[in-house]
Each structure stands twice: as structure tokens, then as C-alpha cells.
């Protein structure tokens, strides 16, 4: 915007004060390359944001699977209770376990999508040797889904489940990896390149364009200064829109709150376990979860 206004700046002033001649273009033309402007950028943008909504549904869909899987330890795990290898303190152990690691997974989750190394915070979720385990992994959220698996099987083998617990559980960790899956397809798959750079070249033409289409049209030539920052100024803030939504897993303010997303799962799962100190709800920084 700042050189979209020094431009337009000199062009008044080569036009009004220097007496600089045929600066004057048909407004047409340039009419024209706003309105197939004003149909790329608005393309441009439905995908970005496309982009942007996928993803909070990825995540709902995580909220939900998380809150299925916790539900399946504790009342599967619960419902041998009547059985003679029923051992109540491995029973409790074991849930708390899985649980505690369907938590650790989402918060892992978050940290590898964002790209940030705060790994400590899955300390308290985690044993010391499952913490060492875990950090060696070059995929930890798919190193702790490999955890549970083998907690599970553990399980079946010692009598704390049976029959076809399993398998449901499975199935419940089968739709999270594969949420995992979409998340990092977004991730690691940006919006082709071309729209990002023609949106703003062409966005960038129109705006050193436009002054001299104003020259002929505005009772004053001065005009075009305010003119021209203002009309230029709705397609910046329109491509700039799409290019923050293009990218929701940046730890940004206009990003997918992962962070709060995360809180809420913790504080299901922590709240269906029972017995557990249940975190605070995330607060807004400025207005903005994260």
C-alpha cells in the first residue's frame, strides 16, 4: 500500500505540476483487468479458504474420534469386571494409560502440524521410558498410535480386555491416523504456486494501472491519490485474505485453534476418566484462540 501510494503520488504530481503530457489511458482496458482481477483473486481465495474449513473439519473429526476412543477403554475395560482375571488396579492403570496417551497424541499432533519443538509438554502425559521413545521417532503422533496398539494387544493377552474389544478400538485409531493423514496432505501440500504469484503481480499491474485511468475521470486530479489507495486497497486486503488462510496449521491468529481444540479434548477425556485435575479452558489472547 505504501508504494500503491507513493505511485499514485507521482503520478499526480507529474501530471498537475510538471506538466508531463499524455499520461492519460483509456479507462477501459483497465476496467476490464479488474473485473478478471476481482474473478482470480475471488477463485484464489475459495480455495484458501477451502483449505482453511477442511481442516477444522479434520480436527472435528479428531474431537470426536478422541472422545469415542476414551469412551471404549473405560467401558470396555470396565465391563470385565466381573471376570476372575479381573485385576481392578491393572484395570485402572491401563485406562489411565491409554487415555493419557490419547491426550499426549492430539497435543503431539498439533506440535508436528506447526512444526515446533515443545515436546516437553508431553512429559506429563507420558512415562519417562515412553517419553525417551517417543523423542527418537521421526513421527511421534504415529510412534504414540503404535504405543497404544501394542498396550492394547497387552491388554487382550492379560485378560484387562476380551472378546472383540480390539477391533473397535482399532477402528477408532484407524480414523484418527487418517485424520492425521488429511492434516499433513494440507499441510505439506500448499496451493499451487502460480496463484499465489499471478494474484499478486497482477494485483500489483492494476494498482500502477489505475492512476492513470483516473486522470480523465475525477473532477480533481488529486483525487486519484485517495482513489487509487482505496480501490486498490479492497484487491491487497482480498489477496492478502487468501494467502493467510491458505496455510491453517502456522500457529498464526487467522490458523485452525489447534491449541484450544486440544484443551478441549484433554479436558473431555480427562473429565471421563474421573478423578483427574481438569485444565482450564484456553483463554483468548487479544480476542484470538490459538
Sequence with gaps: MMIIMGWSLLVWIASAHLGISRLTLPFTPIGILGSALAIFVGFRNNSAYGRWWEARQVWGG????????????????????HQEQYDQE?????????????????????????RQDEWGILKEYLTEDEYQQIQTATNKPYALHMSIGRDIYKAMANGTLGGFDSFQMEGQLLALTNYQGSAERIKNTPLPRQYDYFTRLFVMLFALALPFGLLDLLPFTWLIVPVTILVSGVFVIMEHTGAANENPFENQVTDVPLTAICNTIERDLLSALGGQEIPEVTPSEKGYLF
Excluded at 63 to 72: D, K
Design 62 to 81: 479428531i474431537v470426536n474420534s478422541s472422545r469415542v476412543l476414551a469412551r471404549l477403554i473405560i467401558t470396555f475395560t470396565d465391563s470385565h469386571a
Design 90 to 114: 491393572r484395570s485402572e492403570a491401563f485406562k489411565k494409560r491409554l487415555v493419557m496417551k490419547a491426550i499426549a497424541w492430539t497435543h503431539a499432533l498439533r506440535l508436528h502440524l506447526r
